[in-house]
């Protein structure tokens, strides 16, 4: 038997209450804020191993991993003791520090990357990569697609995935035409940014044909995550490099969410296993380099990473950026992601999904599983979904109804139809039992849900 929660949440409730007055919306990331899904956000106190608890004294099997950070689950001892072990010495130095030596090495040794610079999140890596694109290239232009998420600064915030996408889903049938998706980011910011379909590589061709001398970077997820899961189809990565390089335009593969997690050298690696190396020219990493504390990091060919201050031209800096805390907390869990790990990880997120899906075909609803290595989300549609106009048609009411009974028998989804799944090491067969005996519900409920309303749009 399934022990199933109230859907009232009264301590979290209480917490949400209080800061709904001192913090709009009552989070400090729109992602946290349940508003597609409706009912109180759950307030965490502790994480331990594959489970998170909140002030209601309820477990639940967490599927976010703090939205994608911690391979390793929560609290994993050697992080732990690597973090207590920093922290003795010292918080912030302003100073350089051999960790972020180290962990600068361990990214190096991983990646195609020659160099990296440190930061202190996956919106600042974008950023900065973006500004040495432009700096490097000497020319205005980016292309982003529809549905990738690279983080909230003013030229990426277009056509975004993420909460940008399951806030607009939420308020509007959906149409985002309306560029820029932000008030507070200029028109011309917006105007700089191409923003094309993804998976559409004659558009990106058509787009360089006209544009290709003010082009200076591609920016794509490197599989994405932030529309729900969508790989990039065969070729589509490899094809970008070559047509931003025959324009002389730069290809910056960004990694933040599956760097470190779909493979020890993320999803360049697993690419390139797969016979499709991609000649990116920059990579942004972020989430699990830095063990559950911020830490992000850019890198590249020496040449394009020449051109930062001090070495170069291009101003890039942070007060805290390769702290010691962060570097510690990231080097501890890079370390411990040896290939059994990831062979772990692909097994667990095989059998989760696996389970996902045959409950949902037991019941009756239209669904599709989607992988990209070992991150994975379930769309509630009959139609596969390559681009972000095939994963807005999805019938969002579905999936609020199967995350609804998955939260009350102690399972925690992403709160968005748009966001990918996470596992963790930590994962073991009694968190797969837990998980398997609380799909039976949430499928029936997802079916009812599907049977009363005919078409998706609006979460
Ligand atoms: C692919 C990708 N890029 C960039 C970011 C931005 O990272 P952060 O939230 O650390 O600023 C995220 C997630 O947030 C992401 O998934
Ligand atoms: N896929 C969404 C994210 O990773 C972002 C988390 C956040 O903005 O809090």
Not at 177 to 190: F, L
Not at 327 to 348: I, Q
Not at 422 to 436: K, L, R
């Amino acid at each position: 038997m399934t022990e199933t929660f109230p859907a009232e949440a009264p301590a979290s409730q209480d917490l949400f209450d209080r800061a709904l007055a001192v913090v709009p919306g009552g989070v400090n990331s729109p992602v946290r804020a349940f508003r597609a899904v409706g009912g109180t956000p759950r307030f965490m106190v502790r994480g331990e191993g594959a489970y998170l608890f909140d002030a209601d004294g309820r477990r639940y099997l967490d599927l976010i991993c703090s939205w994608g950070p911690l391979v390793l689950g929560h609290a994993h001892p050697a992080v732990i003791e690597a973090v207590t072990t920093a922290a003795a010495k010292g918080t912030s130095f302003g100073a350089p520090t051999p960790g972020e030596v180290e962990l600068a090495e361990e990214i190096v040794r991983r990646t195609p990357v020659d160099q990296v610079r440190l930061v202190n999140s996956g919106t600042e890596a974008t950023m900065s990569a973006i500004r040495l694109a432009r700096g490097f290239t000497g020319r205005p232009k980016i292309i982003k697609f529809a549905g990738c998420y690279h983080g909230h600064s003013d030229g990426l915030l277009a056509a975004a995935g993420s909460g940008v996408a399951t806030l607009a889903a939420a308020r509007t049938e959906g149409d985002l035409a309306g560029r820029p998706d932000s008030p507070g980011v200029t028109p011309s910011a917006a105007a700089e940014t191409i923003v094309l379909p993804y998976n559409d590589l004659a558009a990106v061709a058509a787009v360089f044909a006209v544009e290709g001398a003010r082009i200076a970077a591609i920016i794509t997820e490197a599989a994405a995550g932030n529309m729900g899961v969508v790989p990039p189809a065969p070729g589509f990565n490899a094809g970008l490099a070559a047509i931003a390089h025959r324009h002389g335009a730069l290809l910056i593969l960004d990694e933040v969410m599956t760097g470190f997690r779909v493979s020890k050298g993320g999803w360049a690696e697993l690419s390139a296993s797969r016979g499709e190396p991609i000649d990116a020219d920059l990579i942004t990493f972020g989430k699990v380099m830095g063990g559950g504390l911020p830490a992000a990091a850019f890198g590249g060919r020496r040449e394009v990473m020449g051109y930062l201050a001090p070495a170069g031209p291009v101003y890039q800096a942070g007060t805290l950026s390769g702290n010691p805390l962060a570097s510690a907390a990231g080097l501890a869990t890079l370390r411990l992601c040896t290939p059994e790990v990831y062979g772990k990880l692909d097994r667990t997120a095989a059998q989760l999904s696996g389970l996902a899906s045959k409950a949902l075909d037991g019941a009756g609803v239209a669904h599709r599983l989607q992988h990209a290595g070992n991150m994975f989300s379930i769309f509630f549609t009959p139609d596969e979904v390559a681009n972000y106009d095939q994963a807005r048609a999805q019938h969002a009411a579905a999936f609020t109804a199967f995350f609804q009974a998955m939260l009350a028998r102690g399972v925690y989804l992403p709160p968005s139809a748009f966001e990918a799944w996470f596992v963790s090491t930590a994962i073991d067969d009694d968190a797969i039992e837990h998980f398997a005996a609380a799909l039976p519900a949430a499928a029936e409920a997802a079916a009812a849900a599907t049977s009363v309303t005919p078409e998706g749009g609006g979460a």
